[in-house]
């Protein structure tokens, strides 16, 4: 069955369709995302594989309607088809790679991998770094240091925070910039910023 039909009945819901979409272009993605992003702290290419191709289905696969609509009906379709995919799993890297920067924040997995320490002088690394971390933040201003406590510590979200707090939702987003803000400052005095 040609390609251009297969992803019309792709759109519309068709599920064998589906499948064979995956078995046909994933196998050939996973390796050239392994061989891009498999370096010790970089994206995971499992992650990087399913969540291009969730994006490529979501919303009534609107992205893959938008594809074939704009491709046109000859050989050239699997090459294109393969181009696009690997273009939509690069800039979901991206997005995560910068969404990482915004967060100013080191992820445990790049610490973990780029820590020289092994086994328990590693653990003992990390623990003594983020009791640092707690000591310098706990100086800031008390509504931060709270923010902070409920957010990383208790696991609220956002939202929960400012209904369990009583916090205007425009207070707790200002309490998370200043949170930010002396997360950047502390990581930068006790020498974990990267």
């Known amino acids: 069955m040609e390609v251009h039909e297969r992803l019309r009945r792709l759109v519309s819901g068709d599920r064998e369709a589906a499948a064979w979409l995956y078995d046909a272009f994933a196998p050939a993605l996973y390796r050239r995302l392994r061989q891009r992003y498999g370096r010790p702290g970089g994206p995971d290419a499992d992650d990087l594989l399913h969540d291009s191709f969730v994006f490529f289905f979501q919303n009534g696969a609107k992205v893959l309607r938008a594809f074939v609509e704009r491709t046109p009906e000859d050989g050239r379709a699997p090459a294109a088809l393969e181009r696009h995919l690997w273009d939509l799993a690069c800039g979901v890297a991206s997005n995560r790679r910068r969404s990482a920067w915004g967060r100013n924040v080191v992820l445990f997995e790049e610490v973990r991998a780029t820590s020289p320490a092994a086994?328990?002088?590693r653990a003992a690394l990390a623990r003594d770094s983020l009791a640092r971390l707690d000591d310098c933040l706990q100086g800031s201003s008390a509504r931060v240091y709270l923010y902070y406590k409920l957010r990383y510590f208790d696991g609220l979200s956002p939202e929960e925070i400012s209904t369990a707090a009583g916090w205007s939702r425009k207070?707790?987003?200002k309490l998370k910039e200043m949170l930010n803000e002396a997360l950047?400052?502390?990581s930068e005095l006790l020498g974990l910023s990267h």
């Open 119 to 121: 086994g328990a002088d």
């Open 171 to 173: 207070a707790s987003y």
């Open 184 to 186: 950047r400052k502390c």
